[in-house]
């Protein structure tokens, strides 16, 4: 019967590795099917304190990493396929293997939304993706949409700009949700262009086996167009990563975890919940790993009792 366990590699989990481990807890992080999280598919991070000419984010989760290794973490790569509770903690199990600890810290986080088109699942991989620094390489030459108004639409369309010849922005309304300064940087760069009130709903090619195109609807006039591109990024958000705990926790309507306000406490005793797995507002890096040293505090408090 471990001490702690973490589940979740991302800015939360290696904080709360950090200080569970230098409060020698010996703590044991499973990093999940995504190691290191959503920064690993994210190219600059430029509101990072402590990084003034910006990091790029899968160094700054390598640093993250190594730092809780340095406390005498340990690290199992794989995820986690059930957890649940039995007397005095909590049993996960693991590639066959299970584990115990008295508490746990829950640091799953979100990933992102898709468009839900059957077109969308039949071309994934082929010209549908949700990571621009994964699949933009690709994309050389060629003409792309982005769909979303938010901060992550701005920053992959910006991104895109880099390989793709064109790159059009389709958002479903006639206003961006982006902070200005991602939306100015956006809307200034001659390679992007807007589509505004549009929502796609089909994405064209499946016959073909790569993207063609799309197919977008006005939401204001009621028409339905075809746009020829050669690849489609979503950028609409994201869904908390719960699927672990659902039935032993309470979560919201939009399945984020509950946690007792200013704490990481959720409703079962020594279940801690940290980063976007229970954050809906803030879901940013520097709130994720403030969140995560709550939750070895807030489990430390709990193993002393
Ligand atoms: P957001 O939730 O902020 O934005 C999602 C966008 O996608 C919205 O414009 C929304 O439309 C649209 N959308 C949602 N569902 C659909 C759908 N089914 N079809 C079409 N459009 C849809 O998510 P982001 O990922 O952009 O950002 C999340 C957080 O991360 C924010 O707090 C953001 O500030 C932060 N972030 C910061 C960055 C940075 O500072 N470098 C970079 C990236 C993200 P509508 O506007 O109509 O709701």
Known sequence: MRDVIIIGSGPAGWTAAIYAARANLKPLVFEGAEPGGQLMTTTDVENFPGFPQGILG??????????????????????????RQIDGGFELLSQEQTYQATSV?????ASARRL??????????HGVSACATCDGFFFRGKKVIVVGGGDSAMEEANFLTRFADEVTIVHRRHEFKASQIMRERALKNPKIKVIWNSEVTEILGVDAGHVTGVKLHDVETDQTTELPIDGVFAAIGHSPNTNLVEGLVTLD???????????????????????????????QAITAAGSGCMAALDAERYLEK
């Not at 005498?72 to 396929?81: D, I, L, M």
């Not at 810290?105 to 986080?109: E, F, K, R, V, W």
């Open 105 to 109: 810290i829950l640091a799953t986080g």
């Open 253 to 283: 309507e939009k399945k984020y975890v509950t946690i007792k306000p200013g704490t990481t406490l959720t409703n079962v005793e020594g279940l801690f919940a940290c980063g976007d797995v229970q954050d809906a507002r803030y879901r």
């Open 58 to 83: 899968p160094d700054l989760m390598k640093l993250f990493r190594d730092q809780a290794l340095r406390f005498g973490t340990e690290v199992v790569g794989y995820p986690v396929e059930s957890l």
């Open 116 to 125: 839900g088109l059957e077109s969308e699942k039949a071309l994934y991989g």
